[in-house]
């Protein structure tokens, strides 16, 4: 890279900012209060789970079968929560780190733009009653190609800011990694032209965390060992493969700001493991991006 740059994490959906403890006997506080940094690379992990609406089983079983917690479906979760908690959520809606949008990610090819518009309205009906917000970005990330009315009708004239988006053909997608156009501002309509324009920003692979990245309980990534007591000590390393996978994707991308889609199909099932490496990674990267690590 011509450019120095260094490393800088920003959660944008964290659910829990301070975790307590790494399993060892010493108590840590990770800070993970880093904002933006103009001349730094900013690394953005957005956590998410992924659960194809009425895929594997119906909303109901995904919400309550013996396979998964909290995570389906959002509305149906909240119904049950105490106040205390709806007061948490509604903090993590207010300061950006919870987004939320339609009743579901709507397929783009065969499904009729009636039914598209009517399950965005009744998501972000419900999110405007709850929370008094209208969600900024929406997340297309699973269907199986893309349409323009999705651009501009469901996602400019929704009010969207911004769009990512999964699963584009792999040769246009080749083209422009090697073009660095995954993000792009997209037009979806010609005659409406620049007023109903949108930032839209395509993912360099799947919506899966990098290689190595994946911290669902049952996943084999190395989980950051930050007591030198112990002999799988790894910070140094883990810190070194979050900047290689950082650079790597920065490599492709115009801008210092890039996304990693923390998670995938079923994630979070037990939330916590992810949380906890998440820290602990936005620590550890930032403690050495202080020293000019890069
Ligand atoms: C946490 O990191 C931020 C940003 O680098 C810094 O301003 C703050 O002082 C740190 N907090 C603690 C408790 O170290
Ligand atoms: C859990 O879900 C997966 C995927 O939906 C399914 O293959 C598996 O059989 C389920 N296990 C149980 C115990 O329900
Ligand atoms: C960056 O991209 C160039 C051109 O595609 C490639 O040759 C190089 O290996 C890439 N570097 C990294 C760190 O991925």
Known sequence: MG?????LVWVVAVLIIIMVGVGESKYMVYNTSQGIVADKLNVHLVAHSHDDVGWL???????VGSNNSIQAFFQRWWRDQSEAMQLVVKKLVNSGQLENGGMCMHDEGPTHYIDMIDQTTLGHLFIKVEFNV????????????HSAVQAYLLGAEVGFDSFFYGRIDYQDRAKRKSEKSLEVIWRGSKSLGSSSQIF???FPENYEPPSGF????NDASPVVQDDPEF???NVQERVNDFV???VAQANITRTNHIMWTMGTDFKYQYAHTWFRQLDKLI???NMFADSNYL
Not at 57 to 63: A, E, P
Not at 214 to 217: I, R
């Open 134 to 145: 209208t969600p900024r970005v929406g997340w297309q990330i699973d269907p199986f190609g």
């Open 244 to 246: 290689a996978a950082a």
């Open 231 to 233: 002999f799988d000590y």
């Open 283 to 285: 620590h550890y990267v």
């Open 200 to 202: 839209a920003g395509a």
């Open 3 to 7: 450019r120095e740059r260094v490393l």
């Open 214 to 217: 994946y911290f669902e309980v």
């Open 57 to 63: 089983k119906t909303v109901d079983q995904y919400y």
